[in-house]
Structure formats: C-alpha cells, structure tokens
C-alpha cells in the first residue's frame, strides 16, 4: 500500500475485498488540506485500480469525520496583478480542490461513507459523493447540499444550525444510523462485506 501524509489505507481484514480509507489528521479534526486534496485523488485511483479492491469505506480518524476544508488550503492571500489573471488562479484553485471530490464520484468501486461526529462544509460534500452514507447517533452535520431538498437545505443554509444523525437519515441524507462508532464501524463493516 501507498503511504500518504493524510490518509491511511487499510484492508479491513486479511484476504478481504473491503479496504478502509481513512481522513487521517485527527488532531485537526480531518480537515482537508492542501495534501488531502492531493492525495485523495491519489488513493482512490489506486484503489480503483486495485482488483483486490471489491469495496471503499472512507472514515475520519479520532474524534471526527471531516471539519470541513483547513483554511490554509484555500491560500487567498493577495497576490500582484490584475483581476482577471487573480479570478483565473482562484477558478484554477477550485478546480484543483474540486477534483478530490470528483474523484470519489468517478470510483468505479462502491465507496461507503462512515461518519462520526463532525461533517461540516468541505466534509459534507466528501460524504455526499460517496455511493453510500451511514452515521452514528451522535454525527451532526453543517452546510448540507441540495442532496437534502431545496427547502431544507434554504432553511438549513439561513439559519446556519447543525443537524444530527437522526435527522440526517430523515431528510435522506444517510441510510442508516448506529448508535456508537464501534456500531458504526462493525454494521459498516458487515454491509461492505456483503454477509
């Protein structure tokens, strides 16, 4: 296996199909940094291209599943020159930053969302392009997509308040909520194993 500075790829067991790919910077919550945005395309295209592979399940590290994106990595420092040419670097910037994402969207194995405590801003987006999203009990979720209903997610967006897990399987958001991470991981683990 690869070695990344922000992840970590582990095979849930030996000889299983299921392999785990966890946001690995608990100390920060899991946000995503620069490297995260990097390597994240990375792994995944490893794991895709690896015929051992059947299953992803993406977790967060510690405490959380992803705080969003580290704001070191959006870098919007001012920077000489005309506007245009500083709209252009952001729009190049955003799209960097947006192949991550995509690149969970485009896997062709079917990736499992497993989220615990904290999904907020950049880490709803990473779970909402997973095949598949489950979450514990205690999850609470922040800035959430249309994937919820315009109407919430208006209502969600202008009022700015958290959503828990419970609530995050009543607007559609996740399949299922475990009571516990170690539920989480072991029904996550008992789905993607498919037994």
């Known amino acids: 296996m690869e070695k990344f500075k922000t992840l970590e790829i582990v095979r849930a067991s030996p000889g299983s199909a299921v392999f785990h790919l966890r946001l690995n910077r608990p100390s920060s919550r899991n946000a995503l940094s620069l490297d995260s945005f990097a390597e994240l395309p990375l792994a995944l295209s490893s794991l895709d291209r690896n015929p051992g592979a059947l299953v992803l399940v993406l977790s967060g590290a510690g405490h959380h599943f992803c705080s969003g994106i580290d704001f070191a990595a959006l870098d919007s420092s001012p920077r000489p020159g005309d506007r245009g040419r500083a709209g252009e670097r952001l729009r190049r910037h955003i799209k960097y930053l947006q192949r991550a994402v995509t690149a ?92």
Do not use: Q, W
């Open 104 to 195: 969970i969207e485009r896997c062709r194995k079917p990736v499992i969302a497993a989220v615990h405590g904290a999904c907020v801003g950049g880490g709803v987006d990473v779970a909402t392009a997973c095949d598949v999203r489950y979450c514990t009990e205690d999850a609470f979720f922040s800035r959430l997509p249309s994937i919820v209903g315009y109407g919430n997610a208006m209502e969600l967006a202008l009022t700015g308040r958290r959503v828990s897990g419970s609530e995050a399987k009543e607007l559609g958001l996740v399949s299922r909520v475990f009571g516990s991470k170690r539920e989480l991981d072991d029904g996550v683990r008992v789905i993607a194993e498919g037994k």
